[in-house]
């Protein structure tokens, strides 16, 4: 079982990797372990009460009818009717047990994270210490390194390291500082190192990490407006065999054999949809916890269902759609310089150049020009020239050589050059010019580098039917060449915080469904208008009120990964769904010549399983029907396995899996066990 | 000609002739509905009923408008029939008794036509044609303004007014129904067809029974009405002398229900939606006529109660078309059918009767299987489940659900509880597997509002007439009510543009879901008691 505490520690960079590494396949699912059942049996048994019961309608008829049948059974005790009874009964205890191994899941998480709770005092700057449950919001609070934060807030003063590893998983420790966007911190955590003091944000109870608790315990869980939906066509398919079975007494009076009710409730917990009701609540607590599992909170089941109907994934373009950095793409030489000497000129300017930008320029020559990435004795004693305002240029002295690389305002350019900087500028890079002695010598491309799959990424989408729009502060110059390199269907230049806020409105116009992503306070208005608004962690406390979901791993391309859960909710329960009423079918052709070959025996001719016996029939019937939900336990919580791909393959494929399965499976499985059942004496 | 050949040259030119009204007919009809102009007749019945056309009406305004005007409609037709005595034409005919009174009311206001009397010697004239004609017109232009009702459900946006009752009423009927109705009763009559206000005519020294045939005829199929005037309904020679009086009475039964899938197409703004209802209605029409045609040519069965004069491909057409629209008019005597066949027919009624259906309850009934069909079809391709731009959510899946499920339960408790009554085996004709079926036919004719008699029970008791009457009623108004229900949560939301996300609804794929879904509703509700009737028969 996973636990946060148990979480192999990862550090930013892995869990960057991992994510990357996730962007190429299908959503992979929690691991099922057979030993789940077993321990989740006591929870299994407990909601064998009736009230609990209720909540679900098609299991509700199974343990009416199981109780029905049963006082039947002492009645008459028999092999038959007891073997009957039996197993009407493991049909509700096996969707229990569906319901409570999802829900043990995600207990232990809820065990683990209630330890970071427990005692954590809350010192106020007024002097006083009261326990961390008591503090309400506008309480200041100091927190010193070593100490465990006690509450939701904003750092109002101070800046600290903190270790968050008890929510995130992350070992590495961050830095929270007040004032701008990174200044949130979480109760549960830890001050590593100097103090700040902190704003709490949360009342009592409602703290993040009691709605971690919750969330993942599915404590409060309430149906999502789709499960409603769905429970109500079950319910309906539910009283149509009801009365289809209730109807069959007198049909069969009149044709002169009366059925016993152990039959007819068997026939009738056969009908009713009893596989999608068992795993129904099953599959909605497994599509939460695989959000957890990816480090996702979603405050509601809604939100998780919202994210498969997104129409437009709006992406801020740096660190999601691009590396966070410009890079060094391509060196130009001008005014017939030799290309080696700019490359030698390029590297030497940014030898000792530490910026991301510099360090990308000693990359490229080392790559692309086969140069040494690391200085030779001799030139470590250049003398360095850094960066100023002023110059707009930074570089080295070696030799008396002055090599230097900068903004090309810095420097006099020949025509040739300025046309070179200018379509550059014009493509979205930033250029660079270097020169030597004041000698310009040519230009450094700078681009943004769209991150690799990116592109295919956004094919997949496109074909699922869910739009991309880039949004980016960058000149729409700039912005239109990322959006085409990367094949994003759109973008939205030179926004601002307005602007980003009046698109969503405007696709929410249209009708369509708009998720984003976003960390900074100005951007929580955009993450509550949104329909799936993904705030990450190390945002402000605004924004993760305001979206519906908080990344614990703050990385925003994992609203694809959502999209992609929220899709395989939905799936899940359709195919399921599909694949329970098509066994009916199979059924029909067990039970009903079982039951009426004795008035017609021309009846019999629909026994095509050649089912041993009358008994032997209906009792395998009853078994297949209980079993199959403990075989689809693993399914529901692992999810159907989704596959970007049109609306029109989904459905065939689907259909096919599991319509077309869903026939043919009860016929196998029936007459299997009808081989074994008729050897029981008294039955065959 | 061997009777195959003519028969499926019948088929041949009844395809040909619904091929060529399709498109004007459907599209007349979307015109009908849609127009703001009201004619000065209409202007002047609106005056008359204080009616304010150009205002529209909520869902429940509009579902309170359907079963007021039903409802009156069932107490005159009632008063009407017990006052029969002291009215004209009425030749000593007497007061219609109360039981049969209130069923033969609620069958001619619901659309079903189910005849529990003998029309020879029950009703007048006057009955006929102040009563149950006005009901045939009536009553097939309510099943076409629920219809379309639910069409705005899906064309409007943002909007709680689904149109108005009182208007869609008057146009049905003004501008469709009757003109109609008056050109082909003309036709009708010239082929022979009987119009007359006399008691009987003398033939060979018999008194054969006569009445006002024609201008009944033809509305009784065009508005998939099925209530003959003479008992023998159209197997009788006036009411369907010869081969091309049968033809064009099918082609009538026909027109509206596979005209209004151009009518959804069109207004819904997308024909290829119309085609697909169509194909749907169209593939299972033409199965359940290969099964009923089979069956009934390699029949072993005597020829007790078989229709020569037609012959049975002509016998299997009509029955198919009868059945397969709510109509309920028969040129053969269902009840003399095989197992197989007779079975086919019954099936065709436990669809639902949406294949193609009767007059607007074949479109809306189809519509609310669409909806839950793509509610199924949407969750397997993971979005929540849309319908023509519509998202399809608790209420509406409540209101289809509550649509879909009338049927079966009144269907299947009335015909539970007629099974085990003691007098029930006394009115039955055949005893076994076949006097089930005669029971389950009952009750399926009522509850899906067909009203064609399976013969063989004799359905006068007491029981029979309140039990398939309320049968009728709720077969007819909760559906209804569910729709106009659906129609109004429909019309409340927005459009959602369709993207590459979105399940088409045009193609072969969403057909065969919706055919399936069909099929496969009716055969898990009703298997377990066809099994020990026509299943029983059929196997033997």
């Known amino acids: ?684 | 000609m061997s009777s195959t050949v003519a028969g499926l040259l019948q088929v041949g030119l009844l395809v040909a002739a619904l091929a060529a009204a399709y498109r004007p007919f459907g599209d007349y009809l979307a015109r009908v509905y849609t127009r703001t102009t009201h004619s000065r007749v209409e202007r002047v019945i609106y005056r008359l009923a204080r009616v304010n056309p150009d205002s529209e009406q909520r869902w429940g305004t509009y579902a309170l408008g359907v079963l007021g005007f039903s409802f009156v409609g069932i107490a005159l037709l009632y008063v009407l029939q017990r006052v029969q005595s002291v009215l004209p034409f009425a030749y000593d005919r007497g007061n219609v008794p109360p039981g049969m009174a209130f069923n033969t009311a609620v069958s001619f206001v619901t659309n079903t036509n189910w005849q529990s009397y003998v029309p020879e010697t029950v009703m007048g004239h006057t009955v006929q044609l102040i009563g149950l004609t006005v009901q045939n017109f009536v009553s097939a232009a309510v099943g076409m303004a629920v219809a379309i009702a639910v069409v705005r459900g899906f064309t409007r946006q943002a909007t709680d007014r689904l149109g108005n009752f009182w208007v869609d009423l008057v146009r049905g009927t003004i501008r469709v129904l009757l003109p109609v109705a008056f050109v082909f009763a003309v036709v009708l009559v010239a082929l022979g067809v009987a119009m007359s206000f006399r008691s009987g005519v003398d033939v060979d020294g018999q008194t054969v029974a006569i009445a006002p045939v024609a201008s009944q005829e033809v509305i009784k199929e065009l508005g998939t009405n099925g209530g003959g005037v003479l008992n023998a309904n159209s197997a009788h020679p006036f009411e369907n002398p010869n081969g091309w009086t049968n033809l064009i009475e099918i082609f009538l039964i026909l027109l509206i229900p596979v005209s209004m899938t151009r009518t959804f197409g069109t207004l819904v703004g997308d024909r290829r939606q119309g085609y697909v209802l169509l194909s749907v209605m169209g593939a299972l029409w033409t199965a359940m006529l290969a099964v009923i045609w089979v069956a009934e040519a390699n029949g072993l069965r005597p020829l007790e109660g078989k229709e020569l004069r037609f012959g049975i491909p002509s016998s299997a057409l009509f029955a198919n078309a009868t059945t397969g629209t709510s109509t309920g008019a028969v040129n053969a005597m269902h009840d003399s059918f095989t197992g197989l066949g007779g079975g086919a027919a019954l099936l065709n009624m436990l669809f639902g009767e949406m294949t193609p259906g009767g007059v607007g309850t074949g479109l809306y009934s189809i519509l609310v299987m669409a909806v839950i069909a793509m509610f199924l079809a949407g969750l397997m391709v993971g979005r929540t489940p849309e319908y023509l731009g519509k998202k399809l959510g608790r209420r509406e899946v409540t209101a289809a659900a509550v649509s879909i499920l009338a049927m079966p339960t009144v269907l299947l408790l009335g015909a539970g509880i007629a099974a085990v009554l003691p007098g029930t085996q006394g009115a039955l004709n055949n005893p076994g597997a076949h006097g089930l079926s005669e029971i389950l036919y009952a009750y399926a004719s009522a509850s899906n509002n067909n009203g064609s008699a399976f013969a063989g029970i004799t359905v006068t008791s007491d029981w029979f007439q309140a039990s398939l009457g309320v049968c009728m009623a709720l077969g007819r108004f909760v559906p209804i009510v569910a729709v106009l229900c659906l129609a109004g949560a429909l019309a409340a939301q927005k459009k959602v543009p369709a993207t590459a996300g979105t399940l088409p609804t045009t193609g072969p794929l969403f057909a065969s879901l919706l055919a399936g879904s069909v099929v496969l509703v009716a055969a898990l509700t009703f298997v377990p008691a066809l099994a020990l009737g026509p299943i029983a028969e059929a196997l033997l």
């Open chain 1, 1 to 684: 079982m996973t636990t946060t505490d148990q979480r192999p520690r990862r550090t930013p960079e892995q869990t960057r990797e991992r994510h990357a590494q996730n962007l190429g396949h299908q959503v992979a699912g929690g691991v099922f372990n057979p030993r789940q059942l077993l321990t989740s049996l006591p929870d299994a048994l407990r909601k064998l009460n009736p009230r609990h019961q209720l909540r679900n309608p098609v299991m509700f008829v199974v343990w009416v009818g199981s109780l029905l049948v049963t006082v039947f059974a002492i009645g008459e005790p028999s092999v038959f009717t007891i073997s009957v009874a039996v197993w009407l009964w493991f049909t509700v205890l096996f969707a229990n047990l569906a319901e409570a191994v999802a829900e043990g899941r995600g207990k232990a998480q809820a065990d683990s994270l209630r330890r970071t709770k427990k005692d954590a005092m809350a010192r106020l700057t007024d002097g006083r210490t009261i326990p961390g449950t008591e503090l309400t919001v506008g309480d200041l609070v100091v927190v010193e390194a070593g100490e465990v934060i006690p509450g939701d807030g904003d750092v109002v003063e101070g800046i600290a390291t903190v270790d968050e590893s008890a929510i995130t998983g992350e070992s590495a420790p961050v830095i929270r500082e007040s004032g701008g966007d990174r200044s949130a911190v979480t109760g549960g955590t830890t001050v590593l190192s100097d103090r700040i003091v902190v704003r709490i944000t949360s009342r009592p109870g409602e703290s993040f990490v009691d709605r971690m608790i919750a969330l993942v315990e599915g404590a409060q869980r309430q149906k999502t407006p789709n499960e409603i939906a769905l429970t109500i066509l079950l319910s309906t398919l539910t009283i149509i065999f009801l009365l289809a079975v209730v109807a069959l007494q007198p049909f069969a009076v009149y044709s002169g054999g009366q059925q016993s009710v152990i039959v007819l409730t068997a026939l009738l917990v056969c009908l009713i949809p009893t596989t999608i009701g068992a795993l129904l609540s099953a599959i909605g607590i497994a599509g939460m916890d695989r959000l957890v599992q990816r480090n996702v909170l979603a405050t509601s089941g809604k939100a998780v269902e919202a994210a498969g109907d997104v129409d437009t994934l709006l992406l801020d373009k740096t660190g999601t759609i691009t590396w966070g950095n410009r890079r060094a793409t391509e060196l130009i030489p001008t005014g017939g310089t030799d290309l080696d000497r700019l490359v030698d000129a390029a590297r030497l300017s940014s030898l000792a150049d530490e910026t991301p930008e510099g360090r990308s320029v000693v990359e490229l020559c080392a790559t692309a020009h086969g140069r040494s990435p690391e200085p030779s004795a001799h030139e470590r004693t250049g003398e360095f020239v850094p960066f100023t305002a002023q110059t707009r240029m930074s570089g080295i002295d070696l030799d008396g050589r002055r090599v230097r690389k900068g903004a090309a305002s810095a420097f006099a350019l020949s025509e040739q050059t300025r046309r070179v900087v200018d379509e550059i500028s014009a493509q979205g890079g930033t250029p660079l010019v270097v020169a030597e002695d004041d000698v310009v010598l040519g230009v450094i491309r700078l681009s943004d580098v769209v991150k690799p799959g990116m592109r295919e990424r956004f094919a997949e989408l496109r074909a699922m039917g869910i739009r991309t729009v880039m949004v980016t502060g960058d000149n729409p110059l700039t912005a239109k060449a990322i959006a085409a390199q990367a094949g994003v269907d759109d973008y939205l230049a030179e926004a601002k915080p307005e602007d980003k806020m009046a698109l969503i409105r405007r696709e929410q116009e249209g009708g369509k469904l708009v998720a984003m992503t976003g960390d900074g306070t100005n951007d929580a208005p955009a993450l509550a208008q949104s329909d799936v608004g993904v705030a990450m962690n190390t945002g402000t406390s605004a924004a993760k009120e305001a979206g519906n979901m908080v990344d614990l791993d703050s990385d925003p391309t994992k609203l694809i990964e959502i999209v992609e859960i929220g899709k395989q909710l939905l799936i899940t329960r359709g195919a399921l769904t599909t694949f329970s009423v098509a066994n009916d079918l199979a059924k029909y052709f067990a039970i009903l010549p079982a039951m009426f070959a004795a008035i017609y025996p021309q009846l019999d001719r629909l026994n095509i399983m050649r089912l041993g016996s009358p008994q032997s029939a209906i009792l395998s019937a009853v078994i297949f029907n209980a079993l199959i939900i403990i075989a689809l336990i693993p399914l529901a919580l692992r999810g159907v396995r989704y596959r970007p791909a049109s609306a029109s393959a989904l459905l065939r494929r689907n259909l096919l899996i599991y319509g077309l399965g869903g026939i043919v499976t009860p016929f196998a499985g029936i007459w299997l066990i009808d081989l074994l059942v008729r050897l029981i004496p008294g039955i065959g």
